[in-house]
C-alpha cells in the first residue's frame, strides 16, 4: 500500500506532469482516490486509504502551487471532492464492517481534516474571503452529518467511539474560528466569550452517554473564554476597543467566582478551581481599579473585599479561599505604603495608617480563626472539606447516624458508590481517630 500510494500520487510531480491541464490532474487524482476507498473497503484494513488520504490532500497541493496557475476554483473544488470520498469512506468503512475509529486511526483522521480545513479555508480566504467563513462552518456541519449517520448505523455499544471526539474537536475548533474569529466583530468578542460557558453547558445533556467527545468543546469554550477575559485585561481605562469593558469585567469576575464554587465541590475538578479564583480576584481588583479614581478608597475597597472573602471562607470551611484572601491583603497593603501615602498630608496618612492595621488585625484574626477550624486530612480540598464537615458535626454532639443524615440533606455527594450511611461515616470518624 505504502509503495503504490507513494508511486500514484508522486508520479505526476516526479514527472513534471503539472505543466499540463490541471484538470486531467483532478481526475487522476480523484479516480486513484476512489480506486484506494474501495480497496480498503474490501480488504478491511483503514491503512490502505488513509496514506492515500494524505497524498491527495499534500500532492495536489504542491502541484497546483508549483504550477503557478489561478485556477482557484478548480483547486478549492478538487479539495473538497478529496475531503468528501475520504470522509465518506471512513463512515462507509465504520458501518460495513461495524468497526468505530480506534485512537490511532482517529488521530489520523483528525490530522487529516486540519489539513484539509486550513488548505481550503486559505484558498477560500484569499479568492472569496466574505463567503469563507460561511463554508467553513458548513464542513463542519457536513462532518457532523457524515458522522451522525455513520453512528446511527452502527450497532451495540461500540457506536461511542473516538471518532466522536475527533469530530467534536473538528466541529469545536471551526466554529470557534469562523465565528469568533473571522464573522465577530472585535469589539464584542469578550461579550460573546462570557456567555459561551453558559451557552455550552446547556449542550452537555447530549454528552451524557460520551463524555469524551464533550472535552474537546470544553476545551475550546476554555480557551476563548480566556482570550477574552485577557483582552479585556489589557484594554486601557478609556480604550474604546471593547463595548463596555469594566461592566464586562464585571460579569467575568462574577462568572469566575459562581465557577470556583462549582469546581471546587467537584471531585474531578477540585484541582482546576484554585486558578480559577484567582482569575477572579484579578477581574475584581482590576475592574475597581478603573472605576475607582481615588487611590485612597480603592486600597480601603480591597481591604473590605479581603475582609468579606475570608468571612465567606469561614463559612462555607474553605481553606483556600481564605488563603487567596492574603493576596488582596497584600495589593492593598503595598498599594498604601507605596502610593497613598506619598503626597497626603500627616492627618491623612495617620488616619491611612489605622485603617490599614485594622483591617489588617482583622484580616489576620479571621484567618487564624479559618486556620484553626480546618484541618489537612486529605490532599484533595472536596474530600477535605467533606472529612472536616463530619469532624464539626461530630463536635457538636451529633452521632454518625445523624451526621449521615445531615450530609443527604445539605446534598452533599458520597464521592465513592452508593450515597451516606451511618457506616460510613462511622468509618470515617475511626480511621482519623475523631472523638466527641
Request: aromatic letters at 14%; charged letters at 15%; a positive charge.
Amino acid at each position: 500500500v505504502i509503495f503504490a500510494a507513494s508511486g500514484v500520487y508522486l508520479t505526476p510531480i516526479l514527472l513534471r506532469a503539472m505543466y499540463g491541464d490541471l484538470l486531467d490532474l483532478i481526475i487522476y487524482y480523484s479516480a486513484w482516490s476512489l480506486l484506494f476507498s474501495f480497496c480498503a473497503l474490501q480488504e478491511g484494513r483503514r491503512i490502505t486509504y488513509i496514506l492515500p488520504m494524505f497524498f491527495a490532500l499534500l500532492g495536489f497541493d504542491i502541484v497546483w502551487r508549483l504550477t503557478g496557475q489561478g485556477a482557484w476554483v478548480m483547486a478549492a473544488s478538487y479539495q473538497f471532492i478529496q475531503f468528501a470520498i475520504f470522509a465518506t469512506t471512513a463512515a462507509a468503512f465504520s458501518v460495513i464492517h461495524q468497526r468505530p475509529l480506534d485512537n490511532t486511526h482517529a488521530t489520523a483522521h483528525g490530522i487529516a481534516l486540519v489539513s484539509f480545513y486550513v488548505l481550503e479555508y486559505t484558498l477560500l480566504k484569499q479568492h472569496i474571503p466574505d463567503w469563507a467563513p460561511i463554508l467553513g462552518l458548513l464542513s463542519a456541519v457536513l462532518v457532523y452529518a457524515i458522522y451522525l449517520a455513520a453512528d446511527t448505523l452502527i450497532k451495540g455499544d461500540r457506536k461511542r467511539s473516538a471518532g466522536a471526539v475527533i469530530v467534536s474537536a473538528y466541529c469545536s475548533i471551526v466554529t470557534a474560528h469562523t465565528v469568533f474569529i473571522e464573522l465577530l466583530p472585535g469589539e464584542w468578542f469578550s461579550w460573546a466569550a462570557l456567555f459561551l460557558p453558559a451557552a455550552i453547558m446547556l449542550l452537555s445533556f447530549r454528552f451524557k452517554a460520551n463524555n469524551k467527545a464533550f472535552v474537546p468543546i470544553l476545551i475550546t469554550a476554555g480557551l476563548i473564554f480566556g482570550v477574552g477575559y485577557i483582552k479585556l485585561l489589557v484594554t486601557g481605562r478609556y480604550d474604546t476597543e471593547v463595548f463596555m469593558p469594566n461592566l464586562a469585567l464585571v460579569l467575568y469576575a462574577v462568572m469566575l467566582y459562581a465557577a470556583y464554587f462549582q469546581f471546587s465541590r467537584q471531585h474531578e475538578r477540585a484541582n482546576l478551581a484554585p486558578m480559577i479564583l484567582y482569575s477572579a480576584h484579578l477581574a475584581f481588583m482590576v475592574c475597581s481599579y478603573r472605576i475607582i479614581d481615588s487611590g485612597l478608597i480603592l486600597s480601603l475597597t480591597w481591604a473590605v473585599f479581603a475582609v468579606l472573602v475570608l468571612i465567606v471562607a469561614i463559612k462555607s470551611e474553605d481553606k483556600v479561599l481564605g488563603q487567596s484572601s492574603l493576596l488582596i491583603f497584600c495589593a492593598s497593603g503595598l498599594k498604601v505604603l507605596l502610593h497613598d501615602l506619598s503626597g497626603s498630608g500627616s492627618m491623612v496618612r495617620v488616619i491611612i495608617l489605622i485603617i490599614l492595621g485594622v483591617s489588617l488585625y482583622v484580616g489576620g484574626w479571621l484567618y487564624q480563626t479559618l486556620v484553626r477550624g480546618i484541618g489537612n486530612y486529605h490532599n484533595n480540598p472536596v474530600i477535605n472539606r467533606q472529612i472536616n464537615t463530619i469532624k464539626r458535626l461530630l463536635d457538636k454532639g451529633l452521632t454518625a447516624g445523624q451526621i449521615a443524615h445531615r450530609l443527604k440533606a445539605d446534598g452533599v455527594p458520597y464521592l465513592g458508590e452508593g450515597e451516606w450511611t451511618e457506616e460510613r461515616v462511622a468509618g470515617i470518624v475511626q480511621e482519623f481517630s475523631f472523638q466527641k
